[in-house]
């Protein structure tokens, strides 16, 4: 019996989930670091980082357009990405002046439209854009990095490899011709590539801060603030929005690895039509994050429903995660029932949390001091 309440004490039935094996054998935050080592590792096979090109030693950043965007700047920049290619970015930067060590950052990824950096800005599309159609959707939740300039913060919306000013002739996300050019890496390897670019390029601005990075995105964007964060350790606070099923418990998991449009790993598709587990799924890769802060934000109708309730079994995992690495606070998620979509909650949820943590160096009140761990 209880000594407070006389009822009688039991054991509630343990939940075993798909997500288990993330702490398998891990009792100690030295534990976790020696396994990190190894679930980096996987990632970046995973990416096929190997090979990835050598980065420009040369950005040769040029701003190509520069306009008033009403309480901030806008400044359309290109940059060099690779030796014979160049990407562009739309940055934004808040009116006024800049406190004493810079203001934070955040990467703003977008979704499969090709107008999509644009859209974090609440810009239509340009004239002539393929998939202009699409804006009559509206832009509802879809301005994140217009929100964010707006409460301080300088941001870089980069658009997509196979998108806007670099759409291949196949058309808008269509990746045949990257993987002409590069048969051995992947698409996801070269988003990440592109992504640290332009994450360095904002780390450099003179307003910016480059110790208080975000990243923050929708759909493949929500992927990206995923991979990002899991790829560069510069990334110190991260909030995905709707971001795709794992590949474990996915009805559909070739969509990790079809043969047309957007391939994402296409060395995958062999091991899932045989049916094996591939090396590294998604809590592994959002493992790689702790115990730096992460909010993902969710919604239960979001295609598969029973998928999106493996989702927040995955979360309780890895809260585990955090509690061994005693940053609890750092971890969190928000589910709702708006479908693929970023409805005001989640949008302000999401600005709650890059204040917090990007602005005030964790929990206001004191409940925690705001200080993790490295991680390598």
Same mark, same amino acid.
């Given at each position: 019996?209880?000594?407070?309440?006389?009822?009688?004490?039991?054991?509630?039935?343990?939940?075993?989930?798909?997500?288990? !094996?993330?702490?398998?054998?891990?009792?100690?935050?030295?534990?976790?670091?020696?396994?990190?080592?190894?679930?980096?590792?996987?990632?970046?096979?995973?990416?096929?980082?190997?090979?990835?090109?050598?980065?420009?030693?040369?950005?040769?950043?040029?701003?190509?357009?520069?306009?008033?965007?009403?309480?901030?700047?806008?400044?359309?920049?290109?940059?060099?990405?690779?030796?014979?290619?160049?990407?562009?970015?739309?940055?934004?930067?808040?009116?006024?002046?800049?406190?004493?060590?810079?203001?934070?950052?955040?990467?703003?990824?977008?979704?499969?439209?090709?107008?999509?950096?644009?859209?974090?800005?609440?810009?239509?599309?340009?004239?002539?854009?393929? @998939?202009?159609?699409? %804006?009559?959707?509206?832009?509802?939740?879809?301005?994140?990095?217009?929100?964010?300039?707006?409460?301080?913060?300088?941001?870089?919306?980069?658009?997509?490899?196979?998108?806007?000013?670099?759409?291949?002739?196949?058309?808008?996300?269509?990746?045949?011709?990257?993987?002409?050019?590069?048969?051995?890496?992947?698409?996801?390897?070269?988003?990440?590539?592109?992504?640290?670019?332009?994450?360095?390029?904002?780390?450099?601005?003179?307003?910016?801060?480059?110790?208080?990075?975000?990243?923050?995105?929708?759909?493949?964007?929500?992927?990206?603030?995923?991979?990002?964060? %899991?790829?560069?350790?510069?990334?110190?606070?991260?909030?995905? #929005?709707?971001?795709?099923?794992?590949?474990?418990?996915?009805?559909?998991?070739?969509?990790? #690895?079809?043969?047309?449009?957007?391939?994402?790993?296409?060395?995958?598709?062999?091991?899932?039509?045989?049916?094996?587990?591939? @090396?590294?799924?998604?809590?592994?890769?959002?493992?790689?994050?702790?115990?730096?802060?992460?909010?993902?934000?969710?919604?239960?109708?979001?295609?598969?429903?029973?998928?999106?309730?493996?989702?927040?079994?995955?979360?309780?995992?890895?809260?585990?995660?955090?509690?061994?690495?005693?940053?609890?606070? %750092?971890?969190?998620?928000?589910?709702?029932?708006?479908?693929?979509?970023?409805?005001?909650?989640?949008?302000?949820?999401?600005? #709650?949390?890059?204040?917090?943590?990007?602005?005030? !160096?964790? !929990?206001?009140?004191?409940?925690?001091?705001?200080?993790?761990?490295?991680?390598?």
């Amino acid at each position: 019996m209880s000594e407070k309440t006389g009822h009688p004490n039991w054991e509630p039935t343990p939940i075993h989930t798909s997500w288990d !094996d993330l702490l398998d054998g891990i009792e100690t935050p030295e534990d976790w670091a020696e396994k990190r080592k190894a679930v980096k590792q996987r990632f970046l096979d995973l990416l096929r980082d190997e090979a990835a090109p050598e980065a420009p030693t040369n950005l040769g950043v040029e701003i190509e357009r520069e306009w008033d965007g009403g309480g901030f700047r806008i400044l359309y920049v290109s940059y060099q990405v690779e030796a014979d290619e160049r990407a562009r970015a739309y940055l934004a930067v808040p009116d006024g002046p800049v406190p004493e060590g810079g203001l934070p950052g955040v990467v703003c990824l977008h979704g499969t439209t090709n107008w999509g950096a644009r859209r974090t800005l609440g810009l239509p599309p340009e004239p002539g854009d393929p @998939q202009a159609h699409k %804006a009559e959707n509206g832009m509802k939740g879809l301005d994140y990095a217009r929100h964010l300039v707006r409460r301080g913060y300088v941001t870089i919306s980069p658009e997509h490899f196979c998108a806007a000013s670099r759409v291949p002739k196949e058309g808008p996300y269509e990746t045949a011709a990257f993987y002409r050019k590069h048969p051995k890496w992947t698409a996801v390897g070269k988003y990440m590539f592109d992504s640290r670019i332009a994450c360095s390029i904002l780390a450099a601005r003179p307003e910016v801060d480059p110790g208080k990075l975000g990243v923050t995105g929708h759909s493949l964007g929500g992927h990206g603030s995923i991979w990002l964060p %899991a790829y560069d350790d510069r990334i110190r606070c991260a909030a995905p #929005s709707c971001s795709g099923r794992t590949i474990r418990e996915n009805p559909e998991p070739l969509h990790w #690895s079809r043969d047309y449009w957007y391939v994402y790993f296409p060395q995958l598709r062999k091991e899932l039509l045989a049916g094996r587990q591939i @090396q590294c799924d998604f809590h592994e890769m959002m493992s790689l994050i702790a115990p730096r802060p992460y909010l993902e934000r969710l919604a239960l109708n979001d295609g598969y429903p029973l998928g999106q309730a493996h989702r927040t079994m995955l979360h309780l995992k890895l809260h585990e995660l955090y509690r061994l690495l005693n940053a609890e606070p %750092a971890h969190a998620f928000l589910v709702f029932n708006d479908g693929h979509a970023i409805p005001d909650i989640s949008r302000e949820c999401m600005l #709650s949390w890059m204040d917090r943590w990007l602005k005030h !160096d964790g !929990d206001p009140l004191g409940a925690w001091d705001g200080r993790w761990t490295a991680t390598e």
